[in-house]
């Protein structure tokens, strides 16, 4: 089993930036293929961006494609999202999910793990 656990999350103003880690543990090494998905308030939880295990693919939505980056450091079993640029319908709990498979999945069923989530605001 793999337990992965965000954190970086908090309230930042338009313009802003934060930087959201996730730490997998437990068979960490279980979780290949890593990403990131939000829920807006009232809406249903969206793709942002994933990552490959050695990280030579990644995969952005249109809306936070320039503005974000994803990274990982394998060795510390941690996944990382650089927000840059923020804006205020980036108001969302951010989720990290883990992908016994390597593939660039955008669609949250075809994950296998979830972290609890961690909330971004961003004030205009």
């Known amino acids: 089993q793999v337990q992965l656990v965000e954190s970086g999350g908090g309230l930042v103003q338009a313009g802003g930036s934060l930087r959201l880690s996730c730490a997998a543990s437990?068979?960490?090494?279980?979780?290949?293929?890593m990403g990131w998905f939000r829920q807006p308030p009232g809406k249903q939880r969206e793709f942002v961006c994933s990552?490959?295990?050695?990280?030579?693919?990644?995969d952005y939505a249109d809306s936070v494609k320039g503005r974000f980056a994803i990274s990982r450091d394998n060795a510390r079993n941690t996944v990382y999202l650089q927000m840059n640029s923020l804006k205020p319908n980036d108001t969302a709990v951010y989720y990290c999910?883990?992908?016994?498979?390597?593939?660039?999945?955008?669609?949250?069923?075809?994950?296998?793990?979830w972290g609890q989530g961690t909330q971004v605001t961003v004030s205009s």
């Open positions: 999910a883990g992908d016994r498979a390597n593939w660039l999945h955008r669609r949250p069923s075809e994950y296998d793990y």
């Open positions: 990552i490959t295990w050695s990280g030579g693919s990644t």
């Open positions: 437990g068979r960490a090494s279980s979780s290949r293929a």
